[in-house]
């Protein structure tokens, strides 16, 4: 990803944070977080369903859409869940250089 899209993101992120703020009725980021964090991750779920779908179909258009309203809906449930992007990115740098097998056989269990 270049620095261009890590700004695309992080712009982003500032944006939902603000709206948290502003009237339901007239943002539906707003009303999104409004209805709380059980909505949110239920419409990150879906989001994520309809992505996972459309790479099946093999439609990259459709894929890089149905993406670009994953990664919009990850970030408002990290809102809801005042759970920061750079929290995100810190663990990801955290996680560089690492096996995915050992990173995630040193996770704990839930």
């Not at 620095?3 to 944070?17: N, R």
């Not at 209805?35 to 894929?63: F, I, M, N, P, Y």
Request: charged share 25%; glycine share 10%.
């Amino acid at each position: 990803m270049t620095d261009h899209g890590v700004q695309i993101l992080s712009d982003l992120a500032d944006v939902i944070a603000r709206r948290k703020s502003d009237s339901p009725e007239q943002s539906y980021t707003a009303k999104l977080l409004s209805q709380g964090l059980e909505r949110c991750a239920k419409k990150l779920g879906e989001e994520g369903v309809e992505t996972a779908l459309a790479g099946v179909l093999g439609d990259k258009q459709h894929l890089t859409s149905e993406s670009a309203d994953l990664l919009y809906h990850l970030l408002v449930l990290l809102t809801a869940a005042d759970v920061s992007l750079d929290d995100v990115m810190q663990e990801l740098g955290r996680r560089q250089g690492v096996g995915g097998l050992v990173e995630k056989a040193a996770r704990p269990r839930l």
